[in-house]
């Protein structure tokens, strides 16, 4: 698959999110982050905002949910118009009915990881999902450094996904940048989330297909 990026909005400017989602619309994906302030120290948008995103923006929006109780709230997502919701496995009571419910509402299923857990217990959830995230910071805020040590995670995940011949696509979140993505990429990550990478960039769109080249270099 053709490397995605997706510029994360939480390093744009939420006063002008629909004119942020047109600066970048040549993206694959817009990136939302939901915070609620238990899950990660911050706190961010909900719903209302997605809702009215999605009706702002032809580029479909990815749902990263950092927060409590996602079973309870990611459905939620689905029906306000998100075509990919995100939980976190950590805060998940039950994942694969969650991942089946997400699917079944007509968006992409995706887990995401923070970057002390490890894969290999969810090595048999994988054919539930759509895509996987693999945190490269801790999550809750943007502009942190990226975490090389989550390289060998993000290989030993892409073996995993080779061995049972899954189509499932495999994000990586955090510090993701022009000095970073060759290393995800080549460690066999496929969609690239970006926040101020892109958006703290003078030219966003051109951001974006930089990158994207990086990426398939
Ligand atoms: C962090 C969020 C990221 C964040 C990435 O918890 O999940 O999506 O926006 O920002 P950068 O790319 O600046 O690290
Ligand atoms: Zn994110």
Redesign the pocket.
């Known amino acids: 698959m053709a490397a995605q990026i997706n510029p994360?909005?939480?390093?744009a400017d939420f006063a002008r999110l629909a004119d942020e989602a047109e600066a970048v619309a040549g993206a694959d994906w817009l990136?939302v982050?939901v915070?609620d302030n238990h899950f990660?120290p911050?706190l961010t948008l909900g719903l209302p905002v997605v809702e009215s995103l999605a009706r702002a923006t032809d580029t479909p929006l990815d749902c990263?949910l950092?927060i409590d109780a996602p079973d309870r709230w990611a459905p939620q997502y689905v029906e306000a118009g998100a075509g990919s919701v995100t939980f976190h496995v950590e805060a998940a009571a039950a994942p694969v009915r969650l991942a089946r419910e997400i699917r079944a509402k007509g968006a992409r299923a995706s887990m995401a990881l923070k970057p002390a857990t490890p894969i290999e217990p969810y090595e048999d959830l994988l054919p539930e999902l759509d895509m996987l995230l693999i945190?490269?910071?801790?999550?809750?805020?943007?502009?942190?450094a990226?975490l090389d040590i989550m390289l060998p995670k993000i290989r030993r995940t892409r073996e995993l996904i080779r061995k049972h011949g899954l189509e499932l696509w495999l994000q990586v979140?955090?510090?993701?940048?022009a000095s970073t993505i060759e290393r995800c990429a080549d460690a066999g990550a496929d969609v690239f989330?970006?926040?101020?990478?892109?958006?703290?960039a003078s030219d966003p769109a051109e951001a974006v297909r930089a990158l994207r080249t990086q990426a398939e270099a």
Do not use: C, K, R, W
């Open positions: 994360s909005i939480l390093s990136h982050d915070m990660v911050n990263h950092m945190m490269t910071v801790e999550p809750g805020f943007g502009g942190q990226f979140d955090g510090g993701v940048s989330v970006a926040g101020s990478a892109v958006y703290g």
